[in-house]
């Protein structure tokens, strides 16, 4: 293992004081030990004049008392949460605190550094930073690692039923991705990102969002390069109902929780078949035109009349031609069609998961698993059940992908 290369553990911190304690506890054990901890403890000015808003700022305060405490590791704190020092004007929220984080440590770091982005109700083995190490020392290509996550169960009944509501949407999504062999299979998750800092100095830095950075990021990370999607050791996120950022996981369970899953659906899997199906002929489009099933998604999202033109244009052998496709019909795109199409669908979602499990993995449908399953009325233990199986198909992907 090549001990010289430090780790930097870029951590945006917003009213967690009762998860700092655990997360440090997983710092003190790791086996890997050549690293050092950024903290963005951050929250908007106005909110301390907001008697609604003010305990989360009594919290970071209480937050950055505790962290000057800790005297076993080099902790640097950027304080955007006490008085005359938080956030102002619509620069807010935790892209912006990654932001700050990630270009702070790329002042001061070597260019095979690499940059660890973490959450603070995130937890991980004593081997997580052992297993990045070796990681990276296996691919020194990489241009990234999208970390493999899992989200344990807690005392919160209610929590626990929307947490894995919303992990099926994610993994039969990032599934389907996997199944058509898309460029976006990953999960996009701030607290799951690794990046060397030759990366990061390449592509710009982070692009500050108020929330859903990572999804941005991890795309612009992988029109520039390869994007690892295995490792050896997985994060495990908090397992919580929080409004901290405006869209996630802590927000979808918010909304779940109220029986409201309409941004979360879990898709027809033929939607997923039609961007296989253009994919396929991304390569001769290159010479002429040939219709897709998503002529009409480009003409209405791109407004062009003849959508590839532009592309053939400018991209003058096959190959650069074919990468231009995938970098125009993004991650973003994918969503974007996925959102509209199944719009005009009129099957439940769990009769399209079951039609999914009988046409393309029959022997894992669970003996529950039928007709008559509904999500509303499953038992957690079942919920957790086919959380476990879309893991396992995920994770044989994930391990193809490293092969390859």
Not at 174 to 180: A, G, M, Q, S
Request: a negative charge; proline letters at 4%; hydrophobic letters at 35%.
């Amino acid at each position: 293992m090549n001990d010289q290369i430090k780790l930097h553990i870029a951590l945006p911190v917003l009213n967690e004081l009762e998860n700092i304690d655990k997360f440090f506890e997983c710092l003190r054990v790791q086996t890997y030990k050549n690293f050092d901890i950024y903290i963005c403890v951050n929250q908007p000015e106005e909110w301390w004049d907001d008697d609604e808003k003010k305990h989360i700022c009594v919290n970071n305060f209480k937050t950055i008392e505790s962290l000057g405490k800790i005297d076993d590791f080099s902790l640097t704190i950027i304080d955007k949460s006490s008085r005359k020092s938080g956030w102002k004007g619509r620069k807010h929220g935790v892209g912006w605190a990654r932001k700050i984080l990630m270009d702070h440590i790329n002042k001061f770091s070597h260019p095979s550094d690499l940059i660890v982005s973490l959450d603070a109700d995130t937890t991980f083995s004593e081997d997580y930073f052992s297993s990045i190490i070796e990681n990276f020392n296996e691919h020194p290509d990489a241009k990234a690692l999208s970390v493999p996550y899992y989200h344990n169960l807690v005392e919160d009944e209610d929590a626990n039923r929307a947490m894995l509501r919303y992990e099926i949407y994610m993994r039969y999504y990032v599934l389907n991705l996997w199944r058509i062999e898309s460029p976006y299979s990953y999960t996009a998750l701030g607290s799951a990102i690794v990046i060397p800092i030759r990366t990061y100095r390449i592509i710009g830095g982070l692009t500050p969002k108020k929330s859903g950075e990572d999804f941005y990021f991890l795309q612009k990370l992988k029109k520039f390069g390869n994007v690892l999607n295995w490792n050896n050791e997985k994060v495990y996120p908090g397992t919580r109902f929080s409004d901290r950022v405006y869209f996630g996981t802590g927000p979808a369970m918010i909304k779940g929780n109220s029986g409201d899953w309409k941004s979360y659906p879990v898709y027809d899997y033929k939607l997923f078949d039609n961007i296989k199906e253009t994919y396929d002929v991304f390569s001769e489009l290159f010479s002429k035109n040939i219709k897709t099933p998503l002529d009409d998604f480009f003409k209405t999202h791109f407004d062009e009349e003849v959508i590839f033109e532009n592309l053939r244009n400018n991209n003058k052998t096959p190959e650069n031609f074919v990468k231009a496709c995938h970098e125009k019909f993004d991650g973003l795109r994918i969503l974007q069609y996925l959102k509209e199409k199944q719009s005009e669908i009129k099957h439940s979602d769990e009769a399209n998961l079951l039609e999914f499990f009988e046409k393309f993995y029959p022997e894992e449908i669970p003996d529950f698993f039928n007709k008559s399953f509904s999500f509303q009325k499953a038992k957690t233990d079942e919920l957790d059940i086919l959380r476990n199986i879309l893991m396992n198909i995920e994770e044989k992907y994930q391990r193809k992908s490293v092969r390859n």
